[in-house]
C-alpha cells in the first residue's frame, strides 16, 4: 500500500536543528513533486516548502526562506527538510505530500511528525 511516513521531529531548543524524513513505500517519488506543510495548534496548515520531481525547482516560505532546505534522494525514496535557526514559531506538526507531476490527482500525504521548540 502507498503510503508517506515522516520521521526526525522532536523537541529542540530555539536556535537548534532537525532533520526531517519523509520516505514513500510502495511506490516510487521519482514523478512527484514533493511538499512540507505544517499545522500549529489553532492554524490552518500552510506550505513551508516544497521541491519538484526534477530538483531543479524549490520553493520556501517567507518566514523559513534562509533557515530551511528542502532535498530529495531518489534513490532512497525520501525527501528532506534540514531546518535551522528553529525559532518557537516553528513550533507544528510536520507534513510531507506528494503530487504526481502527470497525474495531479494522485496525492499521497504522511501521517505528520510533531516539531516542538523550546527552552
Known amino acids: 500500500q502507498p503510503q508517506l511516513v515522516e520521521s526526525g521531529g522532536g523537541l529542540v531548543q530555539p536556535g537548534g536543528s532537525l532533520r526531517l524524513s519523509c520516505a514513500a513505500s510502495?511506490?516510487?517519488?521519482?514523478?512527484?513533486?514533493i511538499g512540507w506543510f505544517r499545522q500549529a495548534p489553532g492554524k490552518e496548515r500552510e506550505g513551508v516548502s516544497c521541491?519538484?520531481?526534477?530538483?531543479?525547482?524549490?520553493m520556501y516560505a517567507d518566514s523559513v526562506k534562509g533557515r530551511f532546505t528542502i532535498s530529495r534522494d531518489n534513490a532512497k525514496n525520501t525527501v528532506y527538510l534540514q531546518m535551522n535557526s528553529l525559532q518557537p514559531e516553528d513550533t507544528a506538526v510536520y507534513y510531507c505530500?506528494?503530487?504526481?507531476?502527470?497525474?495531479?490527482?494522485?496525492?499521497?500525504w504522511g501521517q505528520g511528525t510533531q516539531v516542538t521548540v523550546s527552552s
Open positions: 505530500k506528494a503530487v504526481h507531476l502527470l497525474v495531479p490527482s494522485k496525492i499521497y
Open positions: 510502495g511506490f516510487t517519488l521519482d514523478y512527484y513533486a
Open positions: 521541491i519538484s520531481s526534477s530538483r531543479r525547482s524549490t
